[in-house]
């Protein structure tokens, strides 16, 4: 089933892509398979979107989790700071 699925991208990510994106993905899915259709969207993205965290429903989950639903996902970049 072809899900659109809304992505909230922050920080360092907005160089790159809008703060909301939408993507087709076939589900279910692994994030992963998110995080490479961004990377086609966009290839300079690539070493961010390496490293990037992802969160559904308030919860960071691991790329390897398969997606099932259509929920936002969020985006969090690396970040450094003092």
Known sequence: METSIQITCFAGLRKF?????????????????????????????????????I??????????ELKTTGEPVYLIPPSSGG
Do not use: G
């Open 17 to 53: 892509f809008d703060p909301q994106v939408n993507i087709q993905l076939q589900l279910p899915a692994s994030y992963q398979s998110l995080i490479h259709e961004l990377k086609k969207m966009n290839p300079e993205a690539t070493e961010i979107l390496d490293h990037c965290r």
């Open 55 to 64: 969160a559904v429903n308030e919860k960071f989950v691991p790329h390897t």
